[in-house]
């Protein structure tokens, strides 16, 4: 029984092809090609039979995140089953495995062809489709050959390398919320840690669906993303040689005639952007809402049905926020301001359409503000005719107010402003003030702040922004206000962790002066970043924009971010000309390839990658020409970057908080 290993699209026409599509739509069609085609198309299956799609939770969060049912239906799946649960038997259909290359879901495999009272005859057809997410090891393959009645029944065993799944068009991530990833990345002193080889392994599936067989950079100041990109480069090298008909770009045999390059970073090294408030709309609705898996539950406003004039009433609504959202997409990126404003223009313009109405008239009494949600819903009662794009624009106009009413109920005006001063160094108008001053304003928003988790939050920005408190006098004080519980106290002291000291040390130049954190980091493009936003409110950038600005214009410096293997030319594969490749990782994983055969790349290794990050993202590959993809082990709110460091922790080598 040979195993197969099959890219994402195998023949080497699709090369073309590739450049213009999305993350997202590879994926899509990878799925769809080399595993429900394939199994639809095969001589073993009979015409018009249908076939059980049986999957375990990763392969269905794999599935979920990039086709729908329908695209299922239309190739002859009937069902989409769990494999861990309970099932019916379809005895006349095909049966399609997708899981993951893991014991627990190969056993259960296993279970669903031998044997037992509870059970009699097998619970599929002859016909057996076995597809992999990721590499299977030998150990598993031999518990699968052990297993004669389903050994007899396989058609088809690939590796489809699609172990990730996709953000959104640009974007992946690992899934990866197990409360001991940080301890296992930060802490564990295992030379083979087994979470390195696992967050490897996926990022080697995800070049291998782009086609990339990349250089890979990596801060030279940063043990762990060395050890992680010398661990990938292995593992990539192993996967180009048992896999002979896979090609990438720069092979020398298809239209893109350059390597892409893959950067490494780590999420120690830019601690301070998951904690400060972003108010662009995607980051809004993941900090201030409550969002599970793009899935929101929001307050709907309903205008009275009974007689006009009647009250207005509000009813819960599940909205679903991702790339199939055409508004969404448009939206995410934009300041919170903007999305409201922008909104209100479509629905004024629907309005205007409808000629002479009395709605039309007391709409455009509003001179150009922004619309209020009873203007809205009236609006969406009035004209039914337009009833589905008014309401995919009422719905984001109702998510967008709930954000900002969060904004108002939170004090975030006051608070961002004392964050951003804390984060650049400078005030809005672009002065330093003294850093007493600061911490004044500090504790008096701790006095007035109810919730604890955010009187944390502010804190932490203090710290890491400056580096350190100027005494432990001070970080006594700014804790006895803060007022912690166990568990926050815990969090905060695992900062140190993260290589962020609380406690300046004594020798530190910058003792008691206030600083900006980019500039503590040596970043010579703050300034410029800095003043890229029109809103007071967003003038931090995150670390990793002036990194992909850098890569994008090829001044990436190679003795700050070598390569595993020597570099071509470093100037002109990072360049932006036709024939150049730049690709760069951000935290755990990411990657990149460019239009114009111009390619970027950007992976988080560690430690996840926040909101401001994957914005900063796209708003580098729209100003360089450069398409940029970028992931994580998964995305951070800054509630689940606090979640993470409270968990920093070894196993049984501390008391729960």
Not at 165 to 177: C, E, G, I, P, S
Not at 383 to 397: G, T
């Amino acid at each position: 029984m040979p195993r197969n290993m099959s890219s994402s699209l195998a023949s080497s026409t699709a090369s073309a092809t590739i450049q213009h599509q999305s993350l997202r739509q590879i994926v899509q069609q990878s799925l769809l090609q080399s595993v429900i085609q394939s199994s639809e198309s095969s001589p073993h299956r009979t015409p018009n039979q249908w076939m059980v799609l049986v999957v375990d939770p990763e392969s269905l969060r794999v599935i979920s995140s990039s086709i729908g049912m329908y695209n299922l239906m239309e190739h002859h799946v009937s069902i989409v089953e769990n494999l861990s649960k309970k099932r019916a038997p379809f005895k006349d259909q095909c049966v399609i495995y997708l899981m993951e290359p893991k014991e627990e879901s190969v056993v259960q495999l296993i279970r669903d062809w031998t044997p037992c009272k509870e059970r009699k005859g097998p619970l599929y057809g002859n016909a057996v489709f076995l597809f992999f997410l990721g590499r299977l090891d030998d150990k598993l393959f031999g518990l699968i050959k052990g297993c004669k009645e389903l050994v007899k029944r396989i058609k088809v065993l690939k590796e489809v390398n699609l172990d990730f799944l996709t953000k959104d068009a640009q974007a992946y991530h690992f899934d990866m919320k197990e409360p001991n990833v940080y301890a296992e990345l930060y802490l564990s002193k295992s030379k083979d840690n087994p979470m390195h080889h696992a967050i490897m392994s996926k990022l080697v599936t995800v070049c291998a669906t782009l086609n990339e067989y990349p250089h890979i950079r990596y801060p030279a100041n940063n043990k762990l993303c060395k050890q992680l990109a010398f661990l990938f480069q292995q593992k990539m090298n192993e996967f180009v040689g048992s896999n002979r008909e896979w090609w990438y770009n720069g092979d020398g045999l298809h239209p893109n005639s350059e390597r892409a390059t893959l950067l490494l970073l780590d999420r120690k090294d830019d601690c301070l952007s998951p904690l400060i408030h972003e108010f662009t709309y995607e980051a809004m609705v993941n900090d201030l809402l409550p969002i599970d898996d793009d899935r929101i539950t929001y307050e709907s406003v309903n205008v009275g049905t009974a007689k006009e004039g009647s009250q207005e009433a509000t009813s819960k609504m599940d909205a679903l926020l991702n790339d199939n959202d055409e508004v969404w997409v448009e939206l995410k990126g934009k300041h919170i301001a903007d999305v409201i404003q922008t909104l209100s223009n479509k629905i004024r313009e629907i309005v205007d359409s409808s000629s002479g109405s009395m709605l039309g008239k007391n709409i455009k009494q509003a001179n150009g503000k922004a619309l209020s949600l009873n203007q809205m819903a009236k609006a969406l009662k009035a004209l039914p005719e337009y009833r589905e794009i008014m309401s995919k624009l009422s719905q984001h106009m109702q998510i967008a107010h709930q954000c900002m009413d969060a904004f108002g109920s939170q004090g975030l005006l006051e608070l961002s402003e004392l964050e951003q001063t804390l984060a650049t160094g400078k005030t809005d108008e672009g002065r330093s003030p003294k850093l007493k001053l600061l911490l004044g304003q500090t504790v008096e928003e701790f006095r007035k702040q109810p919730n604890s988790l955010m009187r944390l939050r502010l804190l932490a920005i203090v710290i890491v922004s400056q580096r350190g408190l100027g005494s432990d006098s001070d970080l006594q004080k700014l804790l006895g206000e803060a007022n912690l519980s166990r568990k926050e106290l815990a969090a905060l002291q695992n900062l140190e962790k993260m290589g962020c000291p609380l406690v300046q040390k004594k020798s530190a130049d910058s003792k008691g002066k206030l600083i900006g954190f980019l500039k503590s980091k040596g970043v010579d493009s703050y300034v410029q970043a800095e003043s890229d936003s029109e809103y007071s409110s967003s003038r931090y950038v995150c670390l990793l924009k002036p990194i992909l600005e850098q890569a994008a214009s090829g001044k990436l410096n190679v003795n700050e971010y070598p390569s595993v293997m020597p570099l071509p030319d470093a100037e002109t594969m990072l360049g932006q000309s036709a024939s150049g490749a730049a690709k760069s990782v951000r935290k755990v994983s990411g990657t990149a390839s460019s239009k114009w055969q111009t390619k970027s790349a950007a992976s988080s290794a560690t430690g996840g990658m926040c909101y401001s990050e994957l914005r900063s993202a796209r708003e580098v590959m729209n100003a360089s020409g450069t398409e940029v993809v970028v992931g994580a082990t998964r995305f951070i709110s800054p509630e689940n970057f606090l979640f993470d460091l409270n968990n920093l922790r070894l196993r049984g080598s501390e008391e729960e908080a």
